[in-house]
Nanobody, 119 residues
């Protein structure tokens, strides 16, 4: 059974920091692209950052320079360090695990963790 369990969300003032964690089980973590997505009320879920199995990372423009994604394959965990938080970062943040080769696709989501940034 695959599980992605996020933690680290909470309430923080604008300009503050939070570190989200996502612990994965039931998958070969190292071969998955791990990503963080977020969904604000009334908006579509959007990509925040990804970390590929080959060590490549990428960010949404809104996250560049403020957020850092990292992974620890030994701990099957991916992190999202969020600095200089803004009220517009308020959303439910979801962990995503994706493996895709040819016609094979495995994708899993965590349950989400709420991040609220007060002004």
């Amino acid at each position: 059974q695959v599980q992605l369990v996020e933690s680290g969300g909470g309430l923080v003032q604008a300009g503050g920091s939070l570190r989200l964690s996502c612990a994965a089980s039931g998958i070969i973590f190292s071969i998955y692209v791990m990503g963080w997505y977020r969904q604000a009320p009334g908006k579509q879920r959007e990509l925040v950052a990804i970390s590929t199995s080959g060590g490549i990372v990428d960010y949404a423009d809104s996250a560049k320079g403020r957020f850092t994604i990292s992974r620890d394959n030994a701990k099957n965990t991916v992190y999202l360090q969020m600095n200089s938080l803004k009220p517009e970062d308020t959303a439910v943040y979801y962990c995503n695990a994706l493996y895709r080769r040819a016609n094979i696709k495995y994708e899993y989501w965590g349950q989400g963790t709420q991040v609220t940034v007060s002004s």
